[in-house]
C-alpha cells in the first residue's frame, strides 16, 4: 500500500494557530528564563523542545495554512516561525500569503534563499512574486530556467494585473484531434500526475492552434476506440491574455467552468486559466472593494508599524478634511443667519446626514447595475427617473418626519416646512450626484467603485449646508 | 462526426442583451404600428417575424446568460422574453437569476408550468428554488419525486441557509476500495456522463461511510491493474452538513479544492459540495457585504417598482434618522454657546466627520481580521493598542491641520486649541468604538459587517459634537 504523505486539511485554520501560539509562547517563556545565568543546562534543552515541536507541527501543515498562521503572528514570532519552515515550502508559501506580509517575509530572506525559493515554482508563480522581489534574484532566477521558461515568465510579467494573462498559467495537456481515446489513456499514463484542476484537454494542430477540448468526462465515458475529433467541444469559451480578467471571472462564474483555454490572436493556445486563481481574483476583488469603500488604500499587515498603517490611511483622511473644510466654509457663509436663529445650527447635521445615505444607497445599486452589465443606453433613462422617484418619496416621508420634529422642537411652522423642502431637495441632489458619478467614472474608464463616496459627501454635505441655510436666510429671518 | 448542441459559450453577455433590446424595439414598433387598424396584415408577419427571431436567438444561448439578460430588462419586456424560452429551460434559468427577479418570473408563471419546470431539476436545485415557490406548487413536485430523492429534497431543506448543508449537492460517484482502475473504468464508461465537478471518485463501504477519495488524475495515470486502496487519499477534507459554509468556502480557497465529500456524524457520505457552488456563495456574500455596508437590506431588482425599492431602504435611513435627531438634540444642549460664538457652528461637522472616516477605516481591518481567524486572545490587545495609536498620530496630525484652519479663519489660539483637542479626542473615541462594536457583535454571534456603521456614526457624530462643544463652552465662553 502506498503511503500518503499529503499535508494535512483542516476546515478550521484557528485550531492550528493556537496550538502554534502555545508553542511560540512557551518557548518565549524559556528564552526569558535563560536569560539568568545560574540556570542549569536543562533549560537549553527545553527551549530547543519546543521548537523541535513546532518545526514538527509546521511540517504537517499545508502551506495554505502556514501562511493564514503567518499572517495572523505579530512580527517577530512571524519570522521565528518563518525560519523554522522547511526551505523547500518557501517558494509555495510566498505564493499563498496576503502582499503586506510577503514583504514582511522578504525583507527577512537572503538574496540566495530567495533565489531558492523563486526557482521551485512555476513561471507563472514566479511572475506573481516578481514585483516583490530584488531585481539582483529576478536576473539569478532567470538565468536558472530554460529558454521555454523563460519565454513564459516574460510573457506572464508582460500583461496589466487586471488582465486574463495574469491569472494565466502554462500547466496545459494538449493532444491530437486524430487519435483514439485509447491513445489518450495510454499518453496520460506516462504522466506522474496530472497539473491540478485538469477537467479538459486541449486539442491542438501542429501549429498549437486551438481546435477544441477534450473533458476527462468524456474520455472515461466512452469507449477506448472513439476518435478525439469525434468527441471534443469545439464551441466553448475561450479567453484572450488581454481580456479583463473581470470578464474572464464573470464567465467561469456564469458557466461554472473548472479551466478555460487562452489563445492568442492567432487562435494559437498560450495557456490556461483554472478556477482556483479565479477564486482568488474574486475575493481579492472584494476585499478591495470593501477596503476601498473605507478608503483603505491597500491591504494592511495589521501587524505592521503605525506608521506605516497610518500612511495607508491618510490620503482618504486628508481628502475628506478638504471637504469637511469646505463645507464648513459653506456654513460659515451663513453666520449671521445661525447668530439670530441658533436651532439652524442644530439641525442642519440632519439634513446633510440622511441625503449622504442615501445617496450612497443609490450609488451602490447604480455601480452593482454597471458591474453586471445591466446598465444599456435603452434603459438608464428609465433607472435615472426611477432613482429620482424614490428620492423624492423619501423626501417627503423622512422630509416630513424631520419636519415634524423641527417643529415640536421649536414650534415654527415655516422652520418646520424650511426644515422638509431641504430635506427633499437635498435627498434629490443625492441622487443626482449618486447616479451620475459612477456613470461618468465608468465613462471616463476609471472603476467607479473607488473614489464615489468622498465625493458623494461632499456634495451631500456642503450641498445640505447650503440649501438648508439658504432657505432658512429667505424664510425665517427678516 | 458528432453535432454538438452546447448552447454559445460568450465572454462578454452584454452583446447579446444588445441584439435582444434591439429585436424588442422592433417588435414594440411593430406592436406600435398594428394598433392603427387600416394597416394590411403583413405587418401582423412582420411582427411575428420579430419574435420568431428572437426566439432563435434566445435558443442559442446558455441559460445563464438568459437569466443576465432577464435581470437586466424592465419587468414588461422581461416578461415577453421569459415566455419565448422553450419551457424545459424555465428550471435551470430560474436557478440562475437572482432572487428579486426570481420573484418576478415566478408570479408570472401558472402552477402546472412552475411544477414542470422545479421537477426537471435535482433535488438540490428544488431545494433553492422551494423558499419561492407556491405551497401547492411545492405538493406537486414532491408527489412526483421517488422516495430517495424526497429523502435528499427534506435533508437539503433542512438546513440552515448558511450551512454546508444548503451548498451540497447528490451527485456523487462512489465507488469500492478492492477493485482495480480497470474495473472502475469500466463503471464510468457505463456512465452517459459523469456530474459536473467530477474530480474525484468517493471511495465508499458497504454502509456508506467515506474511506477516502480517488481522484480522477490519478486514475488515469495509474496502471489499470492497480487497486483502487493502493492510490486513494484517506486524509482529505470532509465537510458536514451543519458546518459554516463560509469556513467550507475558505477551505476550497486555501486548498484549491474542485469537489469536497460530506459526510454525517456517523462518517457517511450524504453529498458533496463543488467549486461553482462555492464561487456563487462567496459572490453572493461578498455582494451583501456591499449592499449591507449602504444600508440596503437585500438585493434590488433595479425594475422593481419605486415602491418595493423604497422599502429595502428605509430601515437603513429611518435608523440614520433616529441617530441624527440624537445628535441634534446633542447640539441642541449648546444652543447658548453657540449664540455667544457662532464660529463652533462652522467647525462641529469637522470634528464629528472625520472622527467618522476614521472609526470606519479601524472597523473594516477588524471585521476584516475577524473574518480571516486572524483575531486571538493572544494578540487582542496588542492590535487595540496599535489601532490606539493610529488614532492618536491621526488625532495629531489632522486635529493640527484642522486646529490651524481653525484659527487662521477666526484669529483665536484657544479655538485652535479646542479644534485640535476634540478632533484627536473623538478619533481615540471612534478608534475605540470602532474596535468595540465589531468584537461584541462577534462574541454575541452576529455578523460584525451588518449595522456597525450606523452605530458608530452615532457614536463619533453625537460624541464629536459634545467634545467639541463642551470643551469650547468650559474653555472659550466665560
Redo the contacts between chains.
Keep these: ?2 503511503e ?1 504523505h ?1 499535508p ?7 485550531e492550528h ?2 496550538q502554534v ?1 502555545r508553542l511560540l ?1 512557551g518557548h518565549a517563556l524559556m528564552e526569558s528564563m535563560t536569560h539568568q545565568p545560574e540556570l542549569p543546562q536543562s533549560h537549553e534543552l527545553g527551549r530547543a523542545r519546543h521548537l523541535d515541536e513546532l518545526r514538527e507541527k509546521l511540517g504537517t501543515l ?1 502551506p ?2 502556514i501562511a ?1 498562521i503567518l ?4 512580527i517577530e514570532p512571524r519570522l521565528l516561525v518563518w525560519e523554522l519552515v522547511k526551505a523547500e515550502r518557501d517558494g509555495e508559501i510566498l505564493i ?1 500569503v496576503s502582499d503586506a506580509v510577503r514583504e514582511s517575509l522578504i525583507a527577512s530572506m537572503s538574496r540566495n534563499e530567495l533565489v531558492e525559493a523563486a526557482e521551485r515554482l512555476d513561471t507563472d508563480e514566479i511572475a506573481d512574486l516578481a514585483p516583490d522581489l530584488p531585481q539582483a534574484v529576478m536576473r539569478d532566477v532567470f538565468k536558472s530556467l530554460s529558454v521555454e521558461e523563460r519565454e513564459q515568465l516574460r510573457a506572464a510579467m508582460s500583461y496589466a494585473e487586471d488582465a486574463v494573462g495574469a491569472l494565466m498559467d502554462f500547466d496545459m495537456v494538449t493532444i491530437r484531434e486524430d487519435v483514439t481515446l485509447e491513445v489518450v ?1 495510454r499518453y ?7 497539473p ?4 479538459q484537454l486541449f486539442v491542438v494542430d501542429r501549429d498549437d492552434r486551438l481546435k477544441g477540448v477534450l473533458p ?8 477506448p476506440e472513439t476518435e478525439v ?3 471534443m ?5 475561450t ?1 484572450h491574455p488581454d ?1 479583463k480578467a473581470e ?2 471571472a ?7 467552468l ?1 479551466s478555460a483555454p487562452v489563445v492568442d490572436e492567432e487562435g494559437k493556445l498560450v495557456g490556461r486559466v483554472t ?2 486563481t ?3 481574483f ?2 481579492a ?3 478591495s ?3 476601498n ?4 488604500r491597500e491591504e ?1 499587515d ?2 505592521a508599524s ?2 506605516k ?2 500612511k495607508n ?2 490620503l ?3 481628502l ?2 478638504c471637504t ?2 469646505f ?3 459653506v ?2 457663509g451663513f ?1 449671521n443667519t ?2 439670530k436663529f ?2 439652524l ?6 439634513v ?3 441625503a449622504g ?2 445617496a ?2 443609490t ?3 447604480i455601480i ?2 454597471l458591474a ?5 443606453p ?2 438608464a433613462r ?2 435615472i427617473a ?1 432613482e429620482f ?2 428620492a423624492a ?2 423626501g417627503l ?2 422630509g416630513g ?2 419636519g415634524l ?1 423641527a417643529y415640536m ?1 421649536y414650534k415654527s411652522v415655516p422652520l418646520g416646512l424650511v426644515m422638509t423642502s431641504a430635506m427633499l431637495l437635498n435627498l434629490l441632489l443625492g441622487a443626482l450626484v449618486g447616479i451620475m458619478i459612477p456613470l461618468l467614472m465608468q465613462r471616463f474608464g476609471r472603476d467607479p467603485a473607488i473614489g464615489s463616496s468622498v465625493m458623494l ?1 461632499a456634495v451631500t ?1 456642503s450641498g445640505g ?1 447650503f440649501i438648508f441655510l439658504g432657505l432658512a436666510t429667505i424664510f425665517l429671518i427678516r
Excluded at 499572517?71 to 505579530?74: G, V
Excluded at 491540478?196 to 477537467?199: F, L
Design positions: 500500500m502506498m500518503n499529503e494535512h486539511y483542516t476546515e478550521n485554520v484557528q494557530l493556537q501560539q509562547d499545508h495554505a495554512d493564514c499572517e495572523a503572528l505579530p499563498e489513456s496520460l499514463r506516462r504522466f506522474d500526475e496530472l491540478d484542476h485538469t477537467d476527462l468526462n468524456l474520455l472515461l465515458v466512452n469507449e475529433v469525434a468527441l467541444i469545439v464551441d466553448t469559451i479567453l481580456d470578464q474572464a464573470q464567465a467561469f462564474e456564469r458557466y461554472d473548472v478556477v482556483n479565479v477564486v482568488d474574486i475575493r476583488e472584494s476585499e472593494d470593501v477596503l469603500l473605507a478608503g483603505l494592511e495589521i501587524f503605525v506608521w498603517s497610518a490611511r491618510w482618504w483622511l486628508a475628506n478634511l469637511a473644510f463645507a464648513s466654509r456654513i460659515g453666520e445661525i447668530e441658533v436651532a445650527a442644530t439641525l442642519m447635521p440632519i446633510a446626514g440622511i445615505n442615501s450612497n444607497q450609488t451602490t445599486i452593482r447595475a453586471l452589465g445591466q446598465i444599456t435603452a434603459n428609465r433607472l426611477k422617484a424614490i418619496l423619501n416621508v423622512w418626519v424631520a420634529f422642537l459627501t454635505d449646508f
